[in-house]
C-alpha cells in the first residue's frame, strides 16, 4: 500500500520560506513521479492546484506550475525515499492545504488532479501578512 506523509507545513510570515517533506513508503520510490498540489480554504477537491512535479529520472527537468516557477522547488532524495518543496518569498496568497501526491503509472507527466492515484493527508501552509 503506497503510503505519503507530508510533514514541514506551519504558520510565517510573509517573505518566509518553508521546506515541506514527503516521505513515501509502500513500492520502489525511484520508479515514479512525484508532485505537490494546494488547495486553498474553501476551494474544493477539484479546485486543487498543481505545484510542481518530479519524475523519476534525474534525465527529465522538474516542472512547475508558471506562476510559482521562481520561488518554489521540488526535489527528492532518493536514499530517503523522500520528496521535497522549497517555498520561497511565501505571500498569503500561498496559503493553503499542500499535499503530496503519485501515481500508480511510472513514466508519467503530471499536470493536474485526473493524473493522480495517492495522496497524502497534506500539511497546512499559513501565510500571515
Known amino acids: 500500500q503506497v503510503q505519503l506523509v507530508e510533514s514541514g507545513g506551519g504558520l510565517v510570515q510573509t517573505g518566509g520560506s518553508l521546506r515541506l517533506s514527503c516521505a513515501a513508503s509502500?513500492?520502489?520510490?525511484?520508479?515514479?513521479?512525484m508532485a505537490w498540489f494546494r488547495q486553498a480554504p474553501g476551494k474544493e477537491y477539484e479546485e486543487r492546484e498543481f505545484?510542481?512535479?518530479?519524475?523519476?529520472?534525474?534525465?527529465?527537468?522538474?516542472y512547475y506550475a508558471p506562476s510559482l516557477k521562481g520561488r518554489f522547488t521540488i526535489s527528492r532524495d532518493y536514499s530517503r525515499n523522500t520528496v521535497y518543496l522549497q517555498m520561497n518569498n511565501l505571500t498569503p496568497e500561498d496559503t493553503a492545504v499542500y499535499y503530496c501526491?503519485?501515481?500508480?503509472?511510472?513514466?508519467?507527466?503530471?499536470?493536474?488532479?485526473?493524473?493522480?492515484?495517492?495522496w497524502g493527508k497534506g500539511t497546512l501552509v499559513t501565510v500571515s501578512s
Open positions: 501526491a503519485t501515481t500508480v503509472s511510472q513514466f508519467r507527466d503530471i499536470r493536474g488532479v485526473s493524473d493522480i492515484d495517492y
Open positions: 505545484v510542481a512535479t518530479i519524475r523519476e529520472s534525474t534525465y527529465y527537468v522538474p
Open positions: 509502500g513500492r520502489t520510490f525511484s520508479l515514479y513521479p
